[in-house]
Nanobody, 123 residues
Framework: QVQLVESGGGLVQAGGSLNLSCTASVGTFSLSTMGWFRQAPGKEREFVAAIDRSGGDTNYGDSVKGRFTISRDNAKKTVFLQMNNLKPEDTAVYYC????????????????WGQGTQVTVSA
C-alpha cells in the first residue's frame, strides 16, 4: 500500500508562514511527479504547485506564485511546501499527491493522495 502523510498545517495569522511536509512510503518516489492541491469549503479542488522527479522543474497556480515554494528531498522521500505571506483566502485543506505520468496541474492525473492537512489563516 502506498501511503502519503502530510504534516505542518495549523492556524496562523495573515502575513505569517507555514511549511508543509509530505512523506511517501513508495519505493519509486524518485521517479514521481509530486503535487500539492487544496480545497476550501464550497470550492473546487485547486492546483497549488508541482515538482518533477529531479526538482528541476516546478510549477505554481496563479494565486500562489511568488508566495509559495515547492521542493523535494528524494533521499527522504519527502516533498515540501513553504508558504509565505499567507492570506485568509489560503485557508483550505492541503493535499499532497503522487503520479508517474500525466498533466501536472490535473488532479485526475495523480494516482495517490494523502489525507490532507488543515491550514487556517486568520485576518
Amino acid at each position: 500500500q502506498v501511503q502519503l502523510v502530510e504534516s505542518g498545517g495549523g492556524l496562523v495569522q495573515a502575513g505569517g508562514s507555514l511549511n508543509l511536509s509530505c512523506t511517501a512510503s513508495v519505493g519509486t518516489f524518485s521517479l514521481s511527479t509530486m503535487g500539492w492541491f487544496r480545497q476550501a469549503p464550497g470550492k473546487e479542488r485547486e492546483f497549488v504547485a508541482a515538482i518533477d522527479r529531479s526538482g528541476g522543474d516546478t510549477n505554481y497556480g496563479d494565486s500562489v506564485k511568488g508566495r509559495f515554494t515547492i521542493s523535494r528531498d528524494n533521499a527522504k522521500k519527502t516533498v515540501f511546501l513553504q508558504m509565505n505571506n499567507l492570506k485568509p483566502e489560503d485557508t483550505a485543506v492541503y493535499y499532497c499527491a503522487l503520479q508517474y505520468s500525466g498533466i501536472y496541474y490535473y488532479d485526475r492525473s495523480y494516482d495517490h493522495w494523502g489525507q490532507g492537512t488543515q491550514v487556517t489563516v486568520s485576518a
